[in-house]
Antibody, heavy 123, light 107 residues
């Protein structure tokens, strides 16, 4: 069965960086894009970026440009999301998700979600 | 970016009620539109994709409709397990954007 298993909770100080991981299993890793989303406490869902696990296509949301880097290790079926210069507003649960398509315009929705990684930024 | 506006932000209803949640996209997106249910402390779960296609395993009391810019999620007869927060989302182009959510509460 398809699974996305994320790394554990993080507590960071303002100005620090965090690197989250997301290990995929149960499907052909290179066939589907992985997206990263986040959800601040009591808030909605915010799209951060997308990575094609072949590594050829990576795009970030404008508001994270310069602070976020997404990467992958194909041999480990794992994607990573590195966020730098953390501030209190980055406190959120971060999700890696799989859209059920191998294209940007996706007719299948986000069909699999990681369990979420809580990140707390506090001095 | 495509903006998605969802209403209402909260809704009180009783078991057995029929409820409707609406979303509007800021530009035409055909039917590249999806609905999710989220319960406290859990990741969202896909309910409906391509505006009206029920995800496998989702009860038939959930239905979706719409195309272009206006979309609707309907729950025909609320069950106790349906009290949750619902989000809509466009998958026409990146950045994927979500509605602000509708919290469905027991009256």
């Amino acid at each position: 069965q398809v699974q996305l298993v994320q790394s554990g909770a993080e507590v960071k100080k303002p100005g620090a960086s965090v690197k989250l991981s997301c290990k995929a299993s149960g499907y052909t890793f290179t066939n589907y894009y992985i997206h990263w989303l986040r959800q601040a406490p009591g808030q909605g869902l915010e799209w951060m970026g997308i990575i094609n696990p072949t590594g050829v296509y990576i795009r970030y949301a404008q508001e994270f440009q310069g602070r976020v880097t997404m990467s992958r290790d194909t041999s480990a079926s794992t994607v990573y999301m590195d966020l730098t210069s953390l501030r209190s507003e980055d406190t959120a649960v971060y999700y890696c998700v799989r859209a059920g398509c191998s294209s940007i315009t996706c007719s299948k929705g986000i069909d699999y979600w990681g369990q979420g990684t809580p990140v707390t930024v506090s001095s | 970016d495509i903006q998605v506006t969802q209403s209402p932000s909260s809704l009180s209803a009783s078991v057995g009620d029929r409820v409707t949640i609406t979303c509007r996209a800021s530009q035409s997106i055909s039917t590249y539109f999806n609905w999710y249910q989220q319960k406290p402390g859990k990741a969202p779960k896909l309910l409906i994709y391509l505006a009206s296609t029920l995800q496998s395993g989702v009860p038939s009391r959930f239905s979706g409709s719409g195309s272009g810019t206006d979309f609707t999620l309907t729950i025909s007869s609320l069950q106790p397990e349906d009290f949750a927060t619902y989000f809509c989302q466009q998958s026409y182009n990146i950045p994927y954007t979500f509605g602000q959510g509708t919290k469905l509460e027991i009256k």
